[in-house]
T-cell receptor
Framework: SQQGEEDPQALSIQEGENATMNCSYK?????LQWYRQNSGRGLVHLIL?????REKHSGRLRVTLDTSKKSSSLLITASRAADTASYFC????????????FGQGTTLQVKP | DGGITQSPKYLFRKEGQNVTLSCEQN?????MYWYRQDPGQGLRLIYY???????QKGDIAEGYSVSREKKESFPLTVTSAQKNPTAFYLC????????????FGPGTRLTVL
């Protein structure tokens, strides 16, 4: 069953604007990860935030985690046309098995 | 050039046939995973293996089989028992199960004719 629910399902912005995607989940997690997928390709890992962390940065990416609300957000600042892709959150809920449960994703279009 | 590879990129199958999708990694990773992705959907776990000669069913294992005879290889067989096999199949590996990020292959798109 899908643990992660993402919103919005689709997002269209202009280059230079910020993009925010949200992910909600149902059960306790060890960590939450964000992945990016270009159309018809494999996924690329972006960032991992552990359950005891509240915020993490990587370049133009900022991820927050609120375990009390069981939610996370991914912010991409100063977006570029090359950021156009689908973004998935994935939750790690089990100890040492590596099993991830993926959300349905947010499709981001950045217009030049 | 390290990474994870999948072949073929596109695969066509007639109904009633078994097909095997290849996944190879030279990252020396212990854990490997197979996911299925349907249009506009997230990934669903089919099978996973934490170590050579061992594997477990994921959430949607029915109609699929795997083997893990070598650390580098984790082939997936889509059997005729899988009722709706047309999908995009993604293989991933991880250094140690549950430790870090998963590295994904480029995927195989399977179409049943």
């Amino acid at each position: 069953s899908q643990q992660g629910e993402e919103d919005p399902q689709a997002l269209s912005i202009q280059e230079g604007e910020n993009a925010t995607m949200n992910c909600s989940y149902k059960t306790s997690i060890n960590n939450l990860q964000w992945y990016r997928q270009n159309s018809g390709r494999g996924l690329v890992h972006l960032i991992l935030i552990r359950s005891n962390e509240r915020e993490k940065h990587s370049g133009r990416l900022r991820v927050t985690l609120d375990t009390s609300k069981k939610s996370s957000s991914l912010l991409i600042t100063a977006s570029r046309a090359a950021d156009t892709a689908s973004y998935f959150c994935a939750t790690d809920i089990s100890s040492n098995t590596g099993k991830l449960i993926f959300g349905q994703g947010t499709t981001l279009q950045v217009k030049p | 050039d390290g990474g994870i590879t999948q072949s073929p990129k596109y695969l066509f199958r007639k109904e009633g046939q078994n097909v095997t999708l290849s996944c190879e990694q030279n990252l020396n990773h212990d854990a490997m995973y197979w996911y299925r992705q349907d249009p506009g959907q997230g990934l669903r776990l089919i099978y996973y293996s934490q170590i050579v000669n061992d594997f477990q069913k994921g959430d949607i294992a029915e109609g699929y089989s795997v083997s893990r005879e070598k650390k580098e290889s984790f082939p997936l067989t889509v059997t005729s028992a899988q009722k709706n096999p047309t999908a995009f199949y993604l293989c991933a590996s991880e250094g140690l199960a549950g430790s870090n990020e998963q590295f994904f292959g480029p995927g195989t798109r399977l179409t049943v004719l």
